[in-house]
């Protein structure tokens, strides 16, 4: 499965199928990073993991990979 951070990015904030898949084409056609979480329509430019500094966010992100996509993050783990 590609663009893993997409999918999680979109099952938290909760959109329809159609917008993900339209996520998912976009990222393949602009060969956006594999860690690409969205689209910033004010840069023009994939937005990736690690630049997200919201610790909430972060830590949301975390437990949704986890919990769908099979990622091993702990607990307390740092954002790096």
Request: hydrophobic fraction near 40%.
């Given at each position: 499965?590609?663009?893993v951070y997409i999918r999680a990015w979109e099952k938290m904030?909760?959109?329809?199928?159609?917008t993900l898949k339209k996520a998912l084409e976009?990222?393949?056609?602009?060969?956006?990073?594999e860690d690409a979480v969205?689209?910033?329509?004010?840069?023009?430019?994939?937005?990736?993991f690690s630049e997200i500094?919201?610790?909430?966010?972060i830590?949301?992100?975390?437990?949704?990979?986890?919990e769908y996509f099979g990622f091993n993050f702990k607990a307390k783990e740092c954002h790096s």
């Open positions: 499965m590609d663009y904030v909760g959109v329809e199928e159609l976009q990222a393949h056609k602009d060969n956006a990073p969205f689209f910033n329509t004010l840069t023009n430019a994939w937005v990736t500094t919201n610790i909430t966010t830590s949301y992100m975390k437990k949704v990979l986890n």
